[in-house]
């Protein structure tokens, strides 16, 4: 589902973040609000543009009255929210759950095509994750090179279904899809047939830019090569909105 | 020079390139300043042939993937105060680690025998045995400081040694990652 267009007459709400009283449309999330005023809120699986997934939990923020975490990415702000985004026990774990991607699939950063190019590297370097606290789950997965311009590598996916989300709401062609459950979770293309078979894929490659790890990438790309434009994305949804 | 006692410093490669202690050498002029603070005890880069009972800053390259590597991060473990991972084999596995989605039998048996067209034959003599699962450094014994980087850079590894001389707990996240 695309995200819903905004309302143009929508009800104003007040609110705090870290303490700082702000405004904001009560049709907007917690993290459009921060994104507005510079407010760092980490995330992996939101994009502007693209429908909210909530699946990477990294954009948790505190709300003061609740004692559970609240994704800011899929949550409203309503009148009198007081949100804290940046305390020690949110900083400890979004360490966490960074290290437990790390511990799902294989990253070998050292050898990875997106090798100073990725999203999931820089929040690592962010969290503070220098190692990985929890044993790797050594798990084998399979490389998909079949399509003429573009590759796939499970190791290096976080389901974060980005790919997932453009290919459907924005290139319309609905290649991508998630199979299996939990960590079994994989992303695959058209009913789970080597992507170069793909009858939907218009080999856009708006999924490999859209990725914010070395899982989908140009073909021909070796150690480092691999850098992402997302430039398009915002401009695209808009557009498609408009229509 | 400094007049503060030198703190001493051992480092040891097990399962990786050799490429941090050659960023460590990438320091430059830098390692003569170092050598008015510290000394080193024990390491490939000099001639000493036993660890210390009693030193400072240990310093662990690469991964635990033979029984000797196992021995010796026991050994710093129980021999040095710091213990420090030094670069991405030490901190995560990171390549010596790729050989963990293979049985050991088949990655001996391809790198000895399939590969190989005169005298294909295992070795078993001098050289130690190997693990069947590769573990970064602290999957075995406890790791104070991580230094993630393949190869951290000198100024990284300048940054975590000067930290420690100064007695204080350095932040590596601050100054490399996973993959620099
Ligand atoms: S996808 Fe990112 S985190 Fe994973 S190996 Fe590649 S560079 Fe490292
Ligand atoms: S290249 Fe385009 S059409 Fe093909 S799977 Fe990716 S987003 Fe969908
Ligand atoms: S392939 Fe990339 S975009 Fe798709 S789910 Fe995996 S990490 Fe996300």
Request: overall charge negative; proline content about 6%; aromatic content about 4%.
């Given at each position: ?92 774990y979004r360490r966490t759950i960074v290290e437990l991607l790390f511990a799902e699939r ?138 | ?28 002029e830098r390692l003569i300043e170092l050598v008015q603070q510290v000394d080193i005890v ?24 033979s029984e000797d590597d196992l021995e010796k991060a026991h050994a710093f473990r129980k ?102």
């Amino acid at each position: 589902m695309p995200p819903p267009a905004k309302q143009p007459n929508v009800r104003v709400v007040t609110l705090t973040i870290d303490g700082r009283d702000l405004s904001a449309r009560a049709d907007e999330t917690i993290i459009e609000v921060c994104r507005e005023n510079q407010i760092p809120i980490p995330s992996l699986c939101y994009l502007e543009g693209l429908s909210v997934w909530g699946a990477c939990r990294l954009c948790l923020v505190e709300l003061a009255g609740q004692g559970r975490l609240l994704a800011a990415c899929s949550t409203r702000v309503t009148e009198g929210m007081q949100i804290q985004t940046n305390t020690e026990k949110l900083q400890r774990y979004r360490r966490t759950i960074v290290e437990l991607l790390f511990a799902e699939r294989n990253h070998v950063c050292s050898v990875c095509v997106s090798n100073g190019h990725c999203e999931l590297q820089h929040m690592a370097q962010k969290c503070g994750v220098d190692h990985v606290r929890v044993p790797y789950r050594q798990a084998s997965y399979p490389v998909d090179s079949s399509h003429e311009m573009f590759r796939l590598d499970h190791d290096r996916c976080i389901l974060c279904t980005r790919c997932v989300r453009v290919c459907d709401e924005i290139e319309g062609a609905h290649t991508w899809d998630v199979m299996g459950r939990g960590s079994d979770c994989r992303v695959i293309t058209d009913m789970a047939q080597p992507w170069g078979e793909s009858d939907t894929c218009t080999s856009c490659g708006k999924c490999v830019q859209v990725c914010p790890t070395g899982a989908l990438v140009k073909q021909g790309t070796s150690v480092g090569e691999m850098v992402k434009d997302q430039h398009f994305l915002p401009i695209l949804a808009r557009r498609r909105l408009a229509q | 020079m400094s007049t503060s006692p030198k703190i001493t410093v051992a480092t040891t490669w097990l399962d990786g390139c050799s490429g941090c202690h050659m960023s460590f050498l990438d320091m430059d002029e830098r390692l003569i300043e170092l050598v008015q603070q510290v000394d080193i005890v024990y390491s490939p880069l000099v001639d000493t042939k036993t660890l210390p009972d009693h030193v400072d800053v240990g310093i662990l390259e690469g991964s635990i993937s033979s029984e000797d590597d196992l021995e010796k991060a026991h050994a710093f473990r129980k021999h040095c105060k710091i213990l420090v991972s030094l670069g991405d084999c030490a901190v995560n596995g990171n390549v010596p680690a790729m050989r963990n989605h293979f049985k050991l039998a088949d990655v001996v048996d391809h790198a000895y025998r399939d590969t190989v067209t005169v005298q294909p034959q295992i070795p078993t003599r001098g050289v130690p045995a190997l693990l069947s699962v590769v573990k970064p450094i602290h999957g075995v014994v406890g790791v104070d400081v991580f230094v993630p980087g393949c190869p951290p850079s000198a100024d990284a590894i300048w940054y975590v040694l000067s930290e420690l001389i100064a007695g204080r707990t350095p932040d590596p996240s601050t100054v490399t990652r996973f993959g620099a």
